[in-house]
């Protein structure tokens, strides 16, 4: 059993690394919008709730509750900032840790590199990228014009750099945190999937 967090800068396919990894790894992968859309699947009725649950097959589902979904759904909407709400923090710790405690799970962002830095089969990956790859890549995802793109990196950067600080007085770019650095604009989505088993068969050459 180990886990694998990812935090990744803006634009550098951290999703596709994710869901990649997922595959061949046979585990789940746990990220903002991936909890937002079960939130959104579970704003119905207790009952219709319940009866997503059974017949879900994700084990994603044992780290969530409506509570969980409805704190997280609430920062991916922007309704407001995360700094200053103790249940965000509190929730998506939670989540980290039980994500960790079930075994074989890709964790993405949520500062799951500091909750979980000191334990030994965790293996922690940052994935970057330059600022002009970044633009293209947020310009081709979001139909954005080069300007809009610059300023969507800006914020989701900052969004994640002020967590990090706030919540753990660390730096988000204090390579310190990571086993593993990977330079996306050099690196093909499946080269990086390789690199990162790869990696994580010699920090826990006993799974």
């Not at 790859?133 to 990196?153: L, P, V, W």
Request: glycine share 4%; aromatic share 8%; hydrophobic share 35%.
């Amino acid at each position: 059993m180990s886990v694998i967090t990812l935090s990744k800068e803006a634009g550098t396919d951290s999703e596709k690394v994710a869901s990649l990894l997922a595959k061949k790894l046979d585990w789940e992968y746990i990220g903002k919008q991936l909890v937002a859309e079960i939130a959104r699947e579970l704003h119905i009725s207790q009952s219709d709730a319940e009866a997503f649950r059974k017949d879900s097959q994700s084990r994603l589902l044992r780290f969530v509750d409506k509570f969980t979904c409805s704190v997280v759904q609430k920062v991916v909407d922007r309704e407001y900032g995360c700094l200053d709400d103790k249940n965000y923090f509190s929730t998506t710790k939670k989540l980290v840790e039980n994500a960790y405690e079930a075994g074989n799970a890709i964790i993405i962002g949520w500062g799951g590199q500091c909750i979980l830095h000191d334990i030994p089969d965790a293996l922690h990956v940052r994935l970057v990228k330059g600022a002009e790859g970044k633009i293209k890549s947020i310009m081709d995802r979001h139909n954005f014009n080069h300007h809009e793109a610059e300023k969507f990196i800006e914020r989701e950067e900052n969004d994640s750099k002020s967590y990090i600080k706030h919540y753990f007085n660390e730096d988000w770019n204090d390579a310190h945190f990571y086993d593993l650095i990977l330079d996306m604009d050099k690196t093909s989505l499946e080269d990086a999937v390789d690199t990162i088993i790869e990696n994580l068969k010699r920090k826990t050459p006993s799974s």
